[in-house]
């Protein structure tokens, strides 16, 4: 069997473009991948961020109005005799991987906020609420700076009220108010339907 060169030429030409467009295809679905990876580690910096900034503000609330001077004394309070918990666990940086957060100080060495330690730059930069507007704009994910100030603090977290304990007789619920319909004098009344006697 004679083979023609042109047919040989022609068959390794079109090897060459399959083997360089499947490497096109696998360099663009890495791309994707990593960009979802990325974005997924965006949402829990965001969360674990808020998770620190809302339990700093409960430390904060929850005594003489000082903030705290480790990351632990958020998942034990030293300055009551029981155990008092404003964070479940010490979150790892979804960025860096590590324990190690970035803290932001106030006087006396106390902490305020935490940040990520990775100089990366975010694919989030926009439509943040309103807790994060600050990080609009941002160059790196080291300026999301999860601080707690209570001089610019807009809104506290609300509080949750005590359930009342049926067995325990001095507590008690917070009164709901309730509504009770107006007529409005401008609607006939129906009759009211008289009892037979």
Known sequence: MIVNPRDAGFTYLAVLFAI???GLGLA???EVWRTALTRDREVELLYAGNQYRRAIERYYLSGPKQFPRALEDLLK???KPGTERYLRKLYPDPLTGKSEWGLVKGPGDVIMGVYSLSEDSPKKVANFGFANREFE?????SDWKFLYNPGTQQVPIPQQLPV???GNPGTQQA?????LPVPDPGTPQAPVPQSAK
């Open 20 to 22: 360089a467009f499947m």
């Open 28 to 30: 663009l679905t890495g």
């Open 164 to 166: 009342p304990d049926p």
């Open 175 to 179: 009164p709901i108010p309730q509504q």
């Open 137 to 141: 704009g941002a160059s790196k994910y």
């Open 77 to 79: 309070d030293p300055r």
